[in-house]
Every structure is written in C-alpha cells, then in structure tokens.
C-alpha cells in the first residue's frame, strides 16, 4: 500500500511485465547509460541520437516504476549539454531548456505508463499522444524562450519537427523491441 505517496498517479508503478528488481536496476543503467552517453560517441546527430533518447524513454515506460524512471527522464539532456556537440557554441543556451526537457520527457513517460499501462489503450495510441504533447510542450517553451532572447532560433526547429519525428522513430522501436522482450520474456 503506498499511503505515504498517494500524491503519486498509481500508473508511474505500473509495469507491462513483471521485473525483478535486479533486471529493472540493470535495465534503469542501462537506458541512463545509453541514453547519456550517446552524445559523446555520435555527436550532434540530432535525428539519431533523439531517436535513441526517446527509445530509451518509452522503454523505461513499460518496464520501470517509480524512481527509477528519473535517471532515464533527466540524465539524455545532461550529457547532450556536457558533450556541447548537438547545438555547438549555442550548447549554453540549452541550460534554459533543461527544466523544460526534463518535464517533456516525463510527459512521454506518463502518456505511455497511463494510456498503454493503466488504461489498456493501444500502445501507438499512447506514443502519439505522448509524442505530440512532449513537441507541443517542447515547442512553445523553445519559442517562449526565444521571445525573450535566450535561446537562438535554431531551437524551434530542433524542439519542434525533429522532436516529433524522434519520439515517434525512438517510440516505435521501443514497442518493436518491448515485443521481442516480451515474447523471450513470457514465453
């Protein structure tokens, strides 16, 4: 009974399968890892490094709960600032995105936990709507913020078109990769 943190939605614990807490311990690395180091090895490959990013988001979707989400969520945008490659000598204005990343990212998540989890909605249903609300919410913070001057117009498209497309390509092969656990998993 989790009475302490009944402030939390019960679908941030659900799971598509059940998990040890070792496999999602090792699966939570795994994704943190991935996802945060991507930007150091590829480098300002945007459409692949996104694409990755938020494969690595909806897996932790299915398969984690609770805090063990929050590497997952936090760490992609973090390593894409410490690597100063995606956006070059504009790196430093992605300082100001960071809240707004972060919470983009958790909007994906919990579409995809409370949809495809708790509400037994259709899994792609799930990712295009967690895809169009994190790029709505993406978009017009990028945009909010390069009204007040600080981000550089670059922001809009890679907050916009491109965050669309990687969530949609990342999700996808998340469900293409959740099905092939799962049937090794289950079976």
Not at 75 to 103: C, E, H, T
Not at 153 to 176: K, R, S
Request: proline share 3%; charged share 10%.
């Amino acid at each position: 009974m989790r009475t302490e943190y009944s402030y939390i939605p019960d679908s941030l614990f659900k799971q598509e399968y059940a998990l040890s807490r070792a496999q999602e311990y090792i699966e939570m690395i795994l994704y943190s890892v991935v996802a945060f180091s991507l930007p150091f090895i590829l480098g300002h490959e945007q459409l692949l490094v996104g694409s990755v990013v938020n494969c690595a988001l909806v897996l932790a979707a299915l398969n984690l709960r609770g805090a063990r989400l929050l590497p997952v969520i936090l760490l992609p945008s973090v390593g894409v600032l410490l690597a100063g490659m995606v956006f070059g000598l504009q790196s430093a204005s992605l300082i100001y995105m960071l809240p707004f990343i972060w919470l983009g990212n958790t909007m994906l998540v919990f579409a995809v936990k409370e949809l495809a989890l708790s509400r037994k909605k259709n899994r792609l249903a799930a990712l295009g709507a967690g895809a169009f609300a994190k790029t709505a919410f993406l978009f017009s913070a990028a945009f909010a913020l390069l009204s007040l001057g600080l981000v550089p117009v670059q922001f809009i498209t890679a907050f916009g078109i491109f965050q669309l497309a990687t969530a949609l390509c990342g999700g996808a092969a998340a469900l293409g990769m959740q099905e092939v656990k799962r049937r090794f998993v289950i079976a």
